[in-house]
């Protein structure tokens, strides 16, 4: 099966920086996503990297390491509203999707 | 538009009981896929479509049926609800196929005493 671990809870202060990071063994790779979920809704969108290096969209950036089989989000100056799951999915050689068990990011005023 | 709907929004069900999730899609999205999401272990896929009359098995799929009859509706059917399929049920599509960003539907919390 896949393997992806992230960290289970993070704790950060309004206009910080946090990092999450992920790391996954699979079998085969055909991109990495991030999603952000707020409590008791849906999974939405937020990055998506297949090659080496960073992508930057606004607040967030995605990093990717395809060698090491880790990546990273970085949420910059966080808001109250940053405050959800973030959940690392990998996509592998059969095109399948498989997600870490999410990481709860908690921001404190 | 609506995107991805699903129905119901939560459900309890007798365990021994039958139950059909409904998940409709108004994208014209060829891929749809059913997950549940248990706390501590992730998303899990249960069973997929890449296109309209085929289907697959997932992760997860024992106890799960599913259906593409056409490209708007997968309904996910439980024949004999068990406890251990008390979960949160999401549905999600990708436009061109399992090559492309997958889209969720806002989940219906199933229960199964």
């Known amino acids: 099966g896949q393997n992806i671990d992230q960290p289970t809870e993070m704790t950060a202060t309004e206009g910080a920086i946090v990092q999450i990071n992920c790391t996954y063994q699979?079998?085969?790779?055909?991109?990495l996503f991030w999603y952000q979920q707020h409590a008791g809704e849906a999974p939405t969108f937020l990055s998506y990297n297949v090659l080496d290096g960073l992508e930057e969209k606004g607040r967030f950036s995605s990093f990717l390491s395809r060698s090491k089989g880790y990546s990273y989000l970085l949420l910059k100056e966080l808001q109250m509203k940053d405050s959800a799951s973030y959940l690392c999915?990998?996509?592998?050689?059969?095109?399948?999707?498989?997600f870490g068990a999410g990481t709860t990011v908690t921001v404190r005023a | 538009t609506a995107g991805i709907t699903q129905a119901p929004t939560s459900q309890i069900l007798a365990a021994g009981r039958s139950m059909t999730l409904r998940c409709t899609q108004d994208?014209?999205?060829?891929?749809m896929y059913w997950y549940r999401q248990d706390l501590g272990l992730g998303l899990r896929l249960i069973h997929y479509?890449?296109?309209?009359?085929?289907?697959g098995k997932g992760e997860v799929p024992d106890g799960y049926s599913v259906s593409r009859a056409n490209t708007d509706d997968f309904p996910l059917t439980l024949a004999s609800a068990v406890p251990s399929q008390t979960s949160v049920y999401f549905c999600?599509?990708?436009?061109?196929?399992?090559?492309?960003?997958?889209?969720f539907g806002p989940g219906t919390r199933l229960t199964v005493l």
């Open positions: 994208m014209r999205h060829n891929a």
């Open positions: 999915a990998v996509r592998d050689g059969d095109y399948k999707l498989s």
């Open positions: 699979t079998s085969g790779f055909n991109g």
């Open positions: 479509s890449n296109t309209a009359g085929t289907t």
């Open positions: 999600a599509s990708s436009a061109g196929g399992p090559t492309d960003t997958q889209y």
